[in-house]
């Protein structure tokens, strides 16, 4: 019989997807749901960055492109560094993705070999430890603790790194809890991997997500030129989930590894979705202020009302859009309870334990969604207990 490979058995996908089928599966039985379970913003692309599209389509700029990004839009992205993380990257390190999830995935191909540690944090976005996982190598699972504030802790990576660390992966501010890391906290991961010449990938897809505190990276102590790689996208805050756009800045011992990964595995990133990141970044920035205004609210609200329900307790996340609330007082496991809201109240969120077996005790809601749909789905959830 054909077998498979054994990297093809060890990589594996996200819950949020498996979720979203099952409420999906309720909604053409005809029941009402309430979708908390998907990390997508609940608004549409801004306009001009959507028009910068369609010009492009329209200019026949559809074509094959350079694998490693358009120039255009590799200056922009070197302005916006420089902007926002206050260092200036070479553009010869920045590479463009079709979203950031290839990130991830090469960036951990180019530096991790089978039987190396990699470091991230538990619970945490589940293509950390699949790819890690595919590879060959072993995860080592940092433990958020709630007392914390689900911050990554650096005296627990401190603690865990053998002769066989090789890479330490960072996100913050962080899928699931919306916890943001202070700068000392991100300062002492870049010591600990310069001092033990580690790598460190820093996940970044949420930084202009924060709610009354700043973002820090661990790339600005090397500017990315030795042993960190920073890694942002378009996705969230300018919600162009669909059009797949990310970007890299990478040392240049890897940048060619990673644009033969490019070449390789996509060709090019779609030319006009460039160009509309163009305009996402050079463009009117008041789309994010205003979105996170409403965010905030729909924080402040969900909060609230997840810490009015029996059994629930929530910290108020500090970053991205998600709620990250203790259910142990239900008495039921997160899969039960997720399920238990899925079934009787019409609601449909992620077991904290999608994350990772340390997210056993939570839940996962997503909050980019209306102030009614919250107040209704905390009212149904009320009653389903």
Known sequence: MVQLSEGASRIYGEA???????????????????????????????????????????????????????????????????????????????????????????????????????????????TYGSVTSFIGAKGIMVPLSEKNEFRMNPDDIKDRITKKTNLIVVNSPQNPTGSVMTKSEIEAIAELAEEHDIYVVSDEIYSKMTYDTCHYTPTARDEAKERTVLLDGFSKYYAMTGWRLGYMVAPHTMVDRLQNFLVSAVSCTAAFTQWAGIEALTGDQ??????????????????????????????????????????????????????????KAGVAVLPGTAFGPYGEGYLRFSYATTLENIDVAIKRIQDSF
């Open 286 to 343: 008041r789309f994010i202020s205003d979105m996170m205004k409403r965010f905030k609210e729909k924080r402040n609200r969900i909060v609230k009302g997840l810490n009015s329900i029996s059994g629930f307790h929530c910290l108020m996340p500090k970053g991205a859009f998600y709620a990250f609330p203790n259910i142990k007082g239900t008495g039921m496991s997160s899969q039960e309870c997720s399920e238990h809201l899925l079934y």
């Open 16 to 126: 949020a997807f498996e979720v979203l089928a099952k409420a999906q599966e309720l909604e053409e039985q005809g029941k009402n749901i309430l979708h908390f379970e998907i990390g997508e913003p609940d608004i549409e692309t801004p306009k001009n960055i959507a028009k910068a599209g369609i010009k492009a389509i329209q200019d026949k700029k559809t074509h094959y492109v350079p694998s490693i990004g358009i120039t255009e839009l590799r200056k922009a992205v070197q302005d916006e560094v420089e902007k926002t993380r206050d260092y200036r990257p070479d553009i010869e390190q920045i590479l463009i993705t079709p979203g950031l999830k290839p990130g991830i995935f090469f960036s951990m191909l180019a530096i991790v070999n089978p039987g190396d540690e990699v470091i991230y944090q538990d619970p945490g976005y589940p």
